[in-house]
């Protein structure tokens, strides 16, 4: 299985400041996804992010909250703007490998003041 | 109505026991359906994987589909303080969409 790690494990911000997370994988990979997990809930779909396009976002997300950049086939940032206490989650990181399964990074742990 | 329901728990079990977790589904395009395990703090760890219905074993624990009742099983044997934690089912279609569709995750806890 792929090995994902992410950047910052957890940070704590003010409001209406930007956070960029990081995502690397030691395989290449084609899929990438972007999930959040609200305190207390399951996991919730951002956007996909393939290699050489634009990511594919979720109803109730948009690009202008969410930039996402996948600038090869390891590595890909999910940038957190204009932040509100709304936005304190975990940003979790996931990758499909050649046998379809998808596995997921340690998370990011994010708390919005 | 949600497309993917878990009965939230918590649930508790004395150590060696059985633990049965659940999910039904509503969307019949779903073909694969896997189990992650989620201790605090800690991203999700895939436990089992499933394609379409049937049985699937892996050591102490059991995945079980039944795509006609659209109703998925986990099955724990043995179950340990160590297997304390939250457990997601989750589900996608065949092709075209490949995110994942979760349910809302089962809090276990095995008392020792």
């Known amino acids: 299985s792929a090995v994902i790690s992410q950047k910052p494990s957890r940070d704590i911000c003010q409001r209406g400041t930007s956070l960029t997370i990081q995502c690397q994988v030691d395989?290449?990979?084609?899929?990438m996804f972007w999930y959040r997990q609200q305190p207390g809930q399951s996991l919730t779909l951002i956007a996909t992010?393939?290699?050489?396009?634009?990511?594919?976002?979720e109803s109730g997300f948009v690009i202008d909250k969410f930039p996402i950049s996948r600038p090869n086939l390891t590595f890909s940032t999910l940038t957190v703007s204009n932040m509100s206490p709304e936005d304190s989650s975990i940003y979790l990181c996931?990758?499909?490998?050649?046998?379809?399964?998808?596995?997921f990074g340690p998370g990011t742990r994010l708390l919005v003041l | 109505q949600k497309e993917v329901e878990q009965d939230p728990g918590p649930l508790s079990v004395p150590e060696g026991a059985i633990v049965s977790l659940n999910c039904t589904y509503s969307?019949?395009?779903?073909?694969?359906f896997m189990w992650y395990r989620q201790y605090s703090r800690k991203g999700p760890e895939l436990l089992m994987y499933?394609?379409?219905?049937g049985n699937k074993e892996d050591g102490r624990f059991t995945a079980q589909v039944d795509k006609s009742s659209k109703y998925i099983s986990l099955f724990i044997r043995d179950s340990q303080p160590s297997d304390s934690a939250t457990y997601l089912c989750?589900?996608?279609?065949?092709?075209?969409?490949?995110?994942?569709?979760f349910g809302s995750g089962t809090r276990l806890q095995v008392q020792p």
């Open positions: 989750a589900m996608r279609e065949s092709t075209g969409r490949r995110a994942l569709t």
């Open positions: 395989s290449q990979v084609t899929m």
């Open positions: 992010a393939n290699q050489g396009s634009e990511a594919t976002y």
């Open positions: 969307n019949s395009a779903f073909q694969y």
């Open positions: 499933t394609y379409s219905s």
């Open positions: 996931s990758v499909e490998d050649p046998g379809e399964t998808q596995y």
